[in-house]
């Protein structure tokens, strides 16, 4: 059976909280930063270093390469705690407060649980929790790897793929959504959701009426 082509982990967070971000920095190779990411950075400086420590009886893991040959998934993890018989618990680590909006908080779920499933592919051992480290609190919020979870992460996967391989950006957000997130977006500049948006109404109008 052929195999898919692999897709970063990174991208399905960046699917699932804009698909034209998604494009954007996996299409067209852009990224530029922002306060949000700056600080985001700072905070993954020690995790990005690969290492491996034991604490509290548990086999501590930095920066372990991932991968899921049958869903197509490629990356690292953070942080990858491993019990004494072997069970992983990956560890997300993300800027700012746990108290994050629902939605929001729902992008950095499905990245956690892209971790989960490539390491139970990789181990054999269930991976049924993570847990996702905010620094400004400073605390963990716990994720149930949930049937709901995994199926919408071999979906978004499949949906980046399609994107990749058709070369096609997405169009940008629009109303509420758009408003939550293109703000603190440090692609917004490049992105120009307004002016995009603006152009493909026009099209639109010309296509179903051509004499206006």
Request: aromatic share 4%; glycine share 6%; net charge neutral.
């Amino acid at each position: 059976m052929e195999q898919p082509e692999p897709v970063p982990l990174s991208a399905l967070q960046h699917w699932q909280y804009c698909p034209r971000q998604c494009g954007l920095i996996h299409l067209e190779q852009a990224f530029d930063d922002n306060l949000h990411t700056l600080r985001g950075h700072a905070e993954h400086a020690r995790t990005d270093q690969p290492g491996v420590e034991t604490a509290k009886g548990l086999r501590v893991e930095r920066a372990l390469s991932l991968w899921h040959d049958a869903l197509g998934l490629i990356g690292k993890s953070d942080v990858v705690e491993f019990a004494p018989n072997g069970a992983p618990y990956p560890v997300e680590y993300k800027h700012g407060s746990r108290h994050k909006a629902a939605d929001i908080a729902a992008c950095d779920d499905l990245q956690l649980a892209a971790q989960a499933l490539c390491l139970e592919s990789m181990t054999g051992h269930a991976v049924p929790e993570g847990a996702l480290y905010y620094a400004s609190s400073r605390r963990r919020r716990v994720v149930a790897i949930t049937s709901v979870l995994r199926a919408q992460v071999e979906g978004v996967a499949n949906a980046v793929r399609q994107m990749i391989s058709s070369s096609q950006l997405p169009p940008p957000l629009q109303g509420e959504l758009a408003a939550q997130r293109c703000k603190g977006c440090s692609l917004q500049e490049r992105c120009q959701p307004q002016a995009t948006h603006s152009v493909l109404m026009q099209a639109r109008q010309a296509l179903f009426d051509p004499d206006r």
